[in-house]
């Protein structure tokens, strides 16, 4: 099991240009979820879904774009890069069931720096 | 508006010692508590939870401890070590079932220094 994988690790980008950003999981889990970091502001949640098909808007979604077309895959797409975007990004990936917790497995993140 | 807080931005504690790392919240919705441990350039590890109907919950070392009337939990890792060293975050979690497995709201993070 690789549970949640994210790639790159790193990425620089110029203002406008756009990018995906990927995630994948292993852990057969419906729901999946992207968050960024910010130094003093914790995690915010961007996007996240429910299901393959089913994606919502989190606290900050601005800016970003997001499908779900399998239940592996869940990537976050910038269309025109900002400086306001350079965050650190966490995939994140969880399972309901009536014994589960809600807890959520991240990925190791991905460090985004746009000039 | 901030509905988890960590006001402790940083705590520094001797080996062996016991560490509480605090944590607030606003909204009377969430019923569903968890910490995590953030090392740097690695992704927030799940570390214990509690549910709004326990007021304690142990694992190991840590237990967690929930006030509902205050809206207030705190962590606490007995003892310490150096290895505990990192970021801890606490996350809340809004109702059962339906979209909340997929959302959690942060705190911005203590970060917890463990001395030899």
């Known amino acids: 099991n690789a549970g949640v994988t994210q790639t790159p690790k790193f990425q620089v980008l110029k203002t406008g240009q756009s990018m995906t950003l990927q995630c994948a999981q292993d852990m057969n889990h419906e729901y999946m979820s992207w968050y960024r970091q910010d130094p003093g502001m914790g995690l915010r949640l961007i996007h996240y879904?429910?299901?393959?098909?089913?994606?919502d808007q989190g606290e900050v979604p601005n800016g970003y774009n997001v499908s779900r077309s399998t239940t592996e895959d869940f990537p976050l797409r910038l269309l025109s890069a900002a400086p306001s975007q350079t965050s650190v990004y966490f995939c994140?990936?969880?399972?309901?069931?009536?014994?589960?917790?809600?807890?959520?497995?991240f990925g190791p993140g991905t460090r985004l720096t746009v000039t | 508006d901030q509905q988890v807080k960590q006001n402790s931005p940083s705590l520094s504690v001797q080996e062996g010692r016991i560490s509480i790392l605090n944590c607030d919240y606003t909204?009377?919705?969430?019923?569903?508590f968890l910490w995590y441990k953030k090392y740097p350039a690695e992704g927030p590890t799940f570390l214990i939870s509690?549910?709004?109907?326990?007021d304690k919950n142990e694992d190991g070392r840590f237990t967690v401890f929930l006030n509902k009337s205050a809206k207030h939990l705190s962590l606490h890792i007995v003892p310490s070590q150096p290895g505990d060293s990192a970021v801890y975050f606490c996350a809340a979690s809004a109702g059962a079932g339906g979209t909340s497995y997929g959302k959690l709201t942060f705190g911005q993070g203590t970060i917890l220094t463990v001395h030899p």
């Open positions: 879904s429910v299901g393959a098909g089913i994606t």
């Open positions: 909204n009377s919705m969430f019923d569903y």
């Open positions: 994140a990936s969880s399972s309901n069931g009536w014994d589960r917790g809600r807890e959520q497995y």
């Open positions: 509690i549910s709004s109907i326990k």
